[in-house]
């Protein structure tokens, strides 16, 4: 099929490898973003829930004072 063009076959796999590089890196990004994203919520909802059962920010528990 390549006859006497010896780069064609390595140059397509070499475009294959960098779109599929460059493909993974922008989900990973996406996906970093969004984990960070939800992350930084659920810290902010347990901080919540913490609150709202011991009536103090997280780090400061009263001792003796939890769910039973």
Not at 11 to 20: G, S
Not at 38 to 61: M, V
């Amino acid at each position: 099929m390549y006859l006497n063009s010896g780069m064609q076959p390595n140059r397509l796999r070499w475009n294959i490898v960098f779109l599929f590089l460059y493909h993974f890196f922008v989900n990973a990004r996406r996906t970093f973003v969004y984990i960070h994203v939800n992350s930084s919520i659920w810290f902010k909802a347990s901080c919540y829930w913490h609150y709202s059962l011991f009536g103090t920010p997280p780090g400061k528990a009263p001792a003796g004072k939890g769910p039973k």
